[in-house]
């Protein structure tokens, strides 16, 4: 019937229903005694498959030689060791990890764990070097690892970023940035938040439609 699999679960105490993208193929729907799941996924189709879309492609790290990080390439050396290390080569562009268990979901799990410290620094180096040069006040930087999300903004000035933007062109990862910190003056999506965004990025608007369609394709994890 649809492009996706669906995965039916009975909420008993459910009053109407929930749903829920697994992953770029699933969706799972849980539904109360009363609902017809099917009607559901039909009415929610255009929504499911633009989700979908969005979900980020499963990347084989076992056989990827090379990760970019804005725009520098590192050569991918993954060898079995007695125990678990991710080491960067700066001068040499080199990413070597040894793992304990060769397989991907360890893989990944690991380089989540092991890249993120760099990531932060990163993150908040460019976030605050943006900031100070247009002269917005920031609250607290920290990351995470979300599927579609690449960043958040909290009316207190805290923002949240996902780790994997900095594997983004530089030009795409200073957007989500710039992003973030026009939700510090702006809120909402109104015309007033995409005209202060564009002041700070003139290809705001290039930018952000290649946020929908490319940016996930990047992420590794």
Not at 77 to 106: A, H, Q, W
Request: glycine share 4%; net charge positive.
């Amino acid at each position: 019937m649809e492009n996706f699999k669906v995965e039916v679960k009975a909420g008993k105490m459910l009053l109407g229903w929930r749903l829920k993208i697994v992953d770029r193929e699933t969706v799972q729907i849980t539904t109360g005694r009363f609902e017809n799941w099917q009607k559901i996924i039909e009415s929610k189709k255009e929504w499911i498959e633009h989700q979908l879309a969005k979900m980020p492609v499963k990347k084989d790290l076992l056989n990827q030689k090379i990760i970019n990080i804005l725009g520098e390439n590192y050569s991918l050396n993954i060898s079995l060791g007695n125990n678990d290390s991710l080491l960067f080569f700066e001068e040499e562009k080199e990413i070597k990890i040894r793992v304990k268990t060769m397989t991907d979901n360890y893989i990944k799990k690991l380089i989540d764990k092991k890249i993120r410290p760099k990531a932060l620094k990163i993150i908040r180096d460019k976030t605050k070097e943006l900031a100070e040069r247009f002269e917005i006040k920031i609250g607290d930087i920290k990351i995470k690892n979300q599927k579609t999300r690449f960043g958040s903004c909290a009316t207190s000035g805290n923002l949240n970023f996902n780790w994997q933007i900095i594997l983004f062109p530089t030009d795409k990862f200073e957007h989500v940035i710039l992003h973030e910190l026009t939700h510090i003056l702006e809120h909402n999506h109104s015309h007033r938040f995409w005209g202060k965004l564009q002041e700070m990025d003139p290809n705001c608007y290039k930018n952000n439609q290649w946020l929908k369609t490319d940016a996930t394709k990047y992420f590794i994890i």
